[in-house]
Structures are given as C-alpha cells and as structure tokens.
C-alpha cells in the first residue's frame, strides 16, 4: 500500500481502493473453498492448501518497486521512523485504527461458527462470511471513488464509515434470522470495506508522500495489535449471546 500510494498524486484513493478489492475478493472465494477443503482433507490439509496460495506472495512481493520520486533518494529516511507517532494526526489516526482492528476481523473469525449456532447449515454459514467479503470488496472501489469526488472531507469520511462499522458490530448479536444475519454481513462489509480504503488513502496526506512506507508499516503494526486481541475477547463474550439450548457442536480433528 505504500508502494502504491508513491505512484498516484491524484485518483489516489480509487487506485488504493482497486488494490484492496482484492482482499473482499478473495475473503469472498476462499469461505465456502475453505469449508469443502475442511470436510475433505480435515483442518490440518486444508491448512497446508491455503499455506501453499500464501506462499505465491513471495512473487508478488518481488515484482514490487517503490517509485524514487524526484528529488529524493530511494533509501531516504529511516527504515523505524517512530517519530510519525509524535505527529497529533498521526498518533490520533493509529490509535483509532488499532481500535477499530479489534472489531475489523471479529465477523471473519466468528460468523460461521455464529450461524451454525443459529442452526444454519455450515454452506449457508459459510455464505454469510462470503457475503459481507463480496460486499467489502465492492465497498472499497466504489469508496474510493467517492472519495475523490472530495464531497465530504477525509476526516469526515473516516468518522462515517468507522462509525457505521461500529454500529454494525453492535447490532450482530441481536440477529435470530438467516436474513437478519445476511443483512447485518452485508452492512458490515461495506463499512469496514470503505473504511479500509479511505483510511489508507488519506494517510499520504496525513504524513506526506516520501514517509507514507514508514507510515503503512506503523499504522499496521497498531492494527495487528488490535486484531490480536480482539477475536479471542469477542469469542469469550459470544457465549452470553448464544442459548445454552443452541445445536452447536465442533468436532477437534
């Protein structure tokens, strides 16, 4: 996402928002993939299938060059500018992104095993999380064109969709239906799906251009953090939604 943000002056957040589509995208295929992996090689084999996809991003990876931009070395500043957390809107901006990562990847985590605990079959389980990655990925281009509209300012856009994200997470333990729950994933999707994109399309104009690498990095380092802590909370207080009388049962491989 650095590397991108170097090449684009303008239309930035669209081409940020193409880039990230890729990641709905592929939440969107891999869901019901995963299950038919699962229920035919176990847990560990479909593991070892996902790993092995992974591993293409070595090639991806290789094929990635930060554009020099005029004036400045390529290897100019520091490789840890921990000092970008010292900028009010940076500090700012990261502690809300680590706050919002730790409801961000709940949905993915857990709305399958939610589903079947509503007594959906594991497919139709499966469906719901392909459905908010579908509605993420396309939430991401068409905000990214919003965004360049510049109708409302960048602050504003990232107070919307962090908002409605929010609201989406609250309301997911009140759905008892199949519908209920396939309306809230696609509610979720396209806020969290907007969100992403927009967030790292103002982030240039946060910190400037040449300390965008340095700046991505940071910003998510702080999202890991809140991804680490938030599915393993959000699961411990599943259980206070759930009915103890609820057909749910996992079987270990």
């Known amino acids: 996402m650095g590397t991108l943000s170097r090449y684009f002056s303008t239309r930035r957040s669209v081409a940020v928002g193409?880039?990230?589509?890729?990641?709905?995208?592929?939440?969107?295929a891999l869901s019901p993939f995963l299950r038919l992996l699962a229920e035919s090689l176990a847990w560990r084999g479909a593991l070892l299938v996902t790993s092995a996809l992974a591993l293409h991003l070595l090639v991806c990876g290789a094929l990635l060059r930060p554009l020099a931009l005029r004036g400045e070395p390529l290897d100019s500043g520091s490789m840890f500018d921990l000092g970008l957390f010292t900028q009010k809107g940076f500090g700012v901006f990261s502690l809300g992104a680590a706050l919002l990562a730790a409801g961000y990847f709940t949905p993915y985590v857990h709305l399958e095993p939610f589903g079947r605990a509503l007594g959906l079959q594991p497919y139709e389980a499966a469906f719901v999380v392909s459905l908010a990655a579908l509605s993420d990925a396309l939430a991401r281009f068409l905000a990214g064109f919003f965004a360049d509209r510049r109708l409302l300012s960048p602050v504003h856009l990232l107070l919307l969709f962090n908002s409605l994200t929010g609201c989406s997470l609250l309301c997911f333990p009140l759905a008892t239906t199949y519908i209920g729950t396939l309306f809230l994933a696609l509610a979720y999707g396209a806020s969290a799906g907007s969100f992403a994109t927009v967030a790292f399309g103002v982030?240039?104009?946060?910190?400037?251009?040449?300390?965008?690498?340095?700046a991505t990095g940071l910003c998510l380092m702080v999202m890991s953090i809140g991804g680490l802590l938030g599915p393993p909370l959000s699961g411990k207080q599943q259980r206070c939604f759930i009915s103890p009388n609820a057909d749910f049962t996992l079987t270990p491989h």
């Open 203 to 214: 982030l240039p104009e946060l910190v400037g251009v040449t300390r965008v690498m340095n």
């Open 18 to 28: 193409l880039a990230l589509m890729g990641n709905g995208l592929s939440s969107f």
